[in-house]
């Protein structure tokens, strides 16, 4: 399976700002996701990222507030926006692979908002 | 919409013993995939074991393995000869196949696993 790796690991970060989370992956692949773990919940898809088009995003979850780049088939990134306390969660992305179901996550990506 | 319930939210095992976890899914789609996830403390998600609607025999990889009732929507996971690194947050998920929700996993609330030495 695909290596992925996200910067940063973790962040503190007053309410207000923006924090943009990269996501990289050791091969090509066509589709990665990003998905929301609130605190002692389950994940929740925030939005699809495919090359060269506009990120899918779920209902609940809108661009102003979670701007995606995908510049090319490694490598993503999300952004989280005019932050609060409520967004303070987890935050992973993952990859598609294996018959173009199974997907892959990277080691996520906690983010406090004080 | 899809719905996952796992309706355990926490269970222990002693080591090397067996230990099934629960999850049922409800669907009106007759073409999916469904999932289960471990997320140990470290918090990387790492794929257990992986099952297609339409095959009928269960998934079996290594001590895991699946009973896949697709009539009751149920799909539950095995784990035998327990180990101290079992230890983890286990997630069932589902996944639509084809069409514009290719890739969206759901999962259910998920099942806190202990293994006991």
């Known amino acids: 399976s695909a290596v992925i790796s996200q910067k940063p690991s973790r962040d503190i970060c007053q309410r207000g700002t923006s924090l943009t989370i990269q996501c990289q992956v050791d091969?090509?692949?066509?589709?990665m996701f990003w998905y929301r773990q609130q605190p002692g919940q389950s994940l929740t898809l925030i939005a699809t990222?495919?090359?060269?088009?506009?990120?899918?995003?779920e209902s609940g979850f809108v661009i102003d507030k979670f701007p995606i780049s995908r510049p090319n088939l490694t490598f993503s990134t999300l952004t989280v926006s005019n932050m609060s306390p409520e967004d303070s969660s987890i935050y992973l992305c993952?990859?598609?692979?294996?018959?173009?179901?199974?997907?892959?996550f990277g080691p996520g990506t906690r983010l406090t908002v004080t | 919409a899809q719905t996952v319930t796992q309706s355990q939210p926490e269970m222990s095992v002693q080591e090397a013993e067996t230990v099934t976890l629960s999850c049922t899914y409800d669907?009106?789609?007759?073409?999916?995939?469904l999932f289960w996830y471990k997320q140990p403390p470290s918090r990387q998600m790492i794929l257990v074991i992986r099952?297609?609607?339409?095959?009928?025999q269960n998934a079996t990889e290594n001590r895991f393995s699946v009973n896949f009732q697709k009539a009751a929507k149920s799909f539950s996971l095995k784990i035998s000869d327990s180990q101290l690194g079992d230890t983890a947050m286990y997630f069932c998920?589902?996944?639509?196949?084809?069409?514009?929700?290719?890739?969206?996993?759901?999962f259910g609330k998920g099942t806190k696993l202990s293994v006991k030495p």
């Open positions: 993952s990859v598609s692979q294996g018959a173009g179901y199974e997907q892959y």
């Open positions: 091969s090509q692949v066509t589709m």
């Open positions: 990222a495919n090359q060269g088009s506009e990120a899918t995003y």
């Open positions: 669907t009106s789609e007759s073409n999916y995939y």
């Open positions: 099952q297609e609607a339409y095959k009928q």
């Open positions: 998920a589902f996944m639509k196949r084809g069409g514009g929700s290719q890739g969206n996993l759901i």
